[in-house]
């Protein structure tokens, strides 16, 4: 049995201590928001509440908002591992690098459209994929810990994980936000579904997207600059032959993956 020091009790939070919990782990619970707090104690996602972020345990597990959980990192908590499951790598992996802190950086790519620890659920990292990026703690520990939850780890590097990352998730928020912005005076009958699902991007919550287009924006324009190239070149030359294939294979490797 591990006691796990968890901070940032929302969806991701909640749901990874629900599982936790089912094989019989601790989960203490940290967060500003004493509601969502209290919530996850009801739910029985957390054992109980640290109204301060210390003490020893056998893992920490930093689930909060990427500015919160990069100034964590200097709590006078204890623990042989050390993994947070944040979109943005390379920023957190050398902060604590820096602080000597055995970490090890994650990002589970699952999630929902809901938030706080009501839309938690169990299983829901459940054969998704789970990046792992080194940042000198216990790699091996951090496999086991992914697999424990059913899903799927894989290691990169972390500047490779957010240069990726730019482009299949960070960029199309972006996108979706400035879609917002140039559709405010259409008509609602002229916003087709294509359109709405893309909305569904910049309807995330606000704060969250900011931080992580702060820390990751170089990688992120970068990505905007590649794809507006290759937007060009495909409205100049006319060549749209392949693509749709292209999009076929993507999403039936990714529906491959998720079963």
């Known amino acids: 049995m591990m006691r796990v020091a968890l901070a940032g009790v929302g969806m991701i939070g909640s749901s990874l201590a629900l599982d936790l919990r089912d094989q019989g782990h601790q989960i203490f619970g940290f967060d500003p928001n004493a509601g969502h707090l209290a919530e996850a104690e009801a739910m ?64 589970p790519l699952a999630g929902s459209a809901g938030s706080g ?19 000198g703690g216990p790699l091996d520990q951090a496999v086991s810990l992914v697999q424990s939850i059913g899903a799927l780890p894989f290691v990169l590097p972390a500047d490779v994980h957010d240069r990726r990352v730019a482009q299949s998730s960070h960029l199309l928020y972006l996108l ?18 294509a359109a709405f699902e893309w909305l569904r991007l910049a309807s995330a919550p606000a704060p969250l997207y900011q931080e992580i287009l702060a820390l990751n924006g170089e990688a992120v324009r970068e ?33 491959s993956d998720a079963r």
């Open 176 to 193: 979706s936000a400035a879609l917002a912005s140039r559709l405010t005076d259409t008509p609602a009958e002229l916003i087709g579904p």
């Open 44 to 107: 029985g996602a957390i054992d109980g509440i640290l109204t301060e972020f210390k003490g020893s345990f056998d893992l920490v597990l930093l689930t909060a908002l990427p500015n919160a959980c990069l100034s964590l990192l200097d709590s006078p908590c204890e623990a042989p591992l050390w993994l947070d499951v944040g979109s943005v790598k390379a920023p957190i992996v050398q902060a604590a690098q820096a602080r000597s802190r055995p970490f090890v950086g994650g990002h």
């Open 117 to 135: 620890p009501r839309a938690a659920r169990r299983r829901l990292f459940s054969g998704r994929g789970f990046a792992l990026c080194p940042g």
């Open 223 to 255: 990505a905007l600059e590649e794809l507006t190239k290759e937007a060009k070149r495909l409205l100049d030359h006319d060549d749209f032959a392949g693509t749709e294939q292209q999009a076929r294979k993507i999403r039936e490797r990714w529906e």
